[in-house]
T-cell receptor
């Protein structure tokens, strides 16, 4: 569910290393999941999505893994770059009208 | 693909003044529309959503209201702003949740 009142978890990663961002979702009936990236002062941008009939999907430098058994979603970023510094949100579809967003993780890339 | 126009980018308003934020959508018809608020360093809080003209669902009781006078226009309003209304307001649209949301660039509202 929403965690709008909480400070966001953080992840610090060395430039060039791989990043893994984790997310626990709430609804076992959710069948569609999305990762968003939000840079400071901007709206969230779509990164990658996955449907519940898959457990892995790859994009450019990003991979999303879905474990329905434990209701866990992860985003892997390969060879993290300074431009990857942002807040990352996972989202699950709750019903026909709404997505539910996770709390978000702030990723900081160290040079 | 969908494009969302949201304005203004920043806004400073005194307590007690009215508010009107507008969002328009291009590239799709009959979208679901959403207003979110984000406090600094916090997550996304859904305020309102709309599945059609004149249809508004409110997620949290508050000092704000929303309207959808046209298919691709979504307006967030307040008659009298409170200090607690400060935040980053985001409009989003979706052709359906199977396609995710497209977000606007947001409005940074500071109530003083």
């Amino acid at each position: 569910g929403e965690s709008v009142g909480l400070h966001l978890p953080t992840l610090s990663v060395q430039e060039g290393d791989n990043s893994i961002i984790n997310c626990a979702y709430s609804n076992s009936a959710s069948d569609y999941f999305i990762w968003y990236k939000q840079e400071s002062g901007k709206g969230p941008q779509f990164i990658i999505d996955i449907r519940s009939n898959m457990d892995k999907r790859q994009g450019q430098r990003v991979t999303v893994l879905l474990n329905k058994t434990v209701k866990h979603l992860s985003l892997q970023i390969a060879a993290t770059q300074p431009g990857d510094s942002a807040v990352y949100f996972c989202a699950e579809n709750l019903n026909d009208y709404k997505l539910s967003f996770g709390a978000g993780t702030t990723v900081t890339v160290r040079a | 693909s969908q494009t969302i126009h949201q304005w203004p980018a920043t806004l400073v308003q005194p307590v007690g003044s009215p508010l009107s934020l507008e969002c328009t959508v291009e590239g799709t018809s009959n979208p679901n529309l959403y207003w979110y608020r984000q406090a600094a360093g916090r997550g996304l809080q859904l305020l309102f959503y709309s599945v059609g003209i004149g249809q508004i669902s409110s997620e949290v009781p508050q000092n704000l209201s929303a309207s959808r006078p046209q298919d691709r226009q979504f307006i967030l309003s307040s008659k009298k702003l409170l200090l607690s209304d400060s935040g980053f307001y985001l409009c989003a649209c979706a052709a359906g949740t199977d396609y995710g949301y497209t977000f606007g660039s947001g409005t940074r509202l500071t109530v003083v």
